[in-house]
């Protein structure tokens, strides 16, 4: 079950890897702890931390987004820095050399979103251009290739990308007034888009044009459309997908009749949502006790938690 960390109050954003955690503050200072072995906590040391550690003496952090083994996050206005494990290129800076603490991505200024994914990193830039860069062999960059890239490449040439995702082996984002792209692994049906081959380029799920969210892990995906309603599709062995089954689904699927969700996020194998009242409600995998119900059996249902 749920247990809070510290007696701070003013937390606004976090972001869990897969041993590490990250959290900006509301004066814009970065925090992280958990596992270090990569450097992925960015303090310039390699140890773990128990406890949350301040990363450097900047204030101006916007945003935080913790991968696999690495961490990149927006400061001032709009300037990337990545950290940590960098053997597939996922930091962007050119090398495949790890960090232990915060490095400059390129010169820019005006990326609005980054998304950190296994070993592939995506942003965002002021003007709607997607950048994708690391490891590509199932095409999660989306760049028509299965080549790793250690700088950002742009994807395509559209301008009119609003929100991306990077799961583990894939990666999908929304653009125009709310179409719904994936690309990249496809072996559990995560794309969406009625098979199992990969996809290297970017592919439109569906028809509709009202998705306003989107979260991708590593076999299965999950969106918000319309009044809030929520879909998800893919692999669904340890009901992670929340439809009252454990069998995968290939389009995607609707999750109960309510609408009303307001965010959706997930780990590896269990899935997490708000509703707009503030109500939290988790299914999929709980063997940690992940879905915080204070229990460790799955659930392939939306259960709420107490917090």
């Not at 994914?117 to 690391?134: A, I, V």
């Not at 929304?174 to 592919?203: F, H, I, M």
């Not at 998800?232 to 009749?257: F, H, M």
Request: glycine share 18%.
């Amino acid at each position: 079950a749920p247990v809070r960390m510290g007696s701070v109050n003013d937390w606004k954003i976090v972001s869990t890897g897969y041993f590490h955690t990250c959290n900006l503050k509301g004066d814009g200072e970065l925090w992280c702890w958990g596992h270090n072995y990569f450097g992925q906590l960015g303090d310039g040391a390699n140890e773990n931390k128990n406890t949350p550690v301040r990363i450097g003496g900047a204030s101006d952090w916007t945003l935080v987004e913790a991968g696999e083994h690495h961490t990149c996050g927006l400061k001032g206005d709009g300037e990337l820095w990545c950290w940590g494990s960098n053997q597939y290129g996922q930091l962007g800076d050119g090398t495949n050399e790890g960090r232990n603490a915060p490095v400059r991505i390129g010169s820019d200024s005006g990326w609005s979103m980054v998304s950190a994914g296994y070993l592939h990193t995506c942003g965002l830039k002021d003007e709607g251009e997607l950048w994708c860069w690391g490891d590509n062999d199932n095409g999660q960059l989306g760049d028509g290739t299965s080549q790793q890239k250690n700088a950002p490449v742009r994807i395509g040439s559209a301008s009119d990308w609003s929100m991306i995702t990077a799961g583990t082996y894939h990666t999908c984002g929304l653009k125009g007034a709310g179409e719904l792209w994936c690309w990249g692994r496809n072996l559990e049906n995560q794309l969406g888009d009625g098979t199992n081959a990969p996809q290297y380029s970017p592919v439109r799920i569906g028809g509709a044009t009202d998705w306003s969210m989107i979260a991708a892990s590593i076999t299965h995906t999950c969106g918000l459309e319309g009044d809030g309603e929520l879909w998800c599709w893919g692999g669904n062995v340890y009901g992670q997908l929340g439809d009252g089954t454990n069998e995968g689904k290939n389009v995607p699927a609707r999750i109960g009749s309510a609408s009303g969700w307001s965010m959706v996020a997930m780990g590896y194998f269990h899935t997490c949502g708000l509703k707009r009242g503030g109500e939290l409600w988790c299914w999929g995998g709980n063997d940690n006790g992940q879905v915080g119900d204070g229990t460790n059996e799955d659930k392939n249902v939306p259960v709420r938690v107490e917090w």
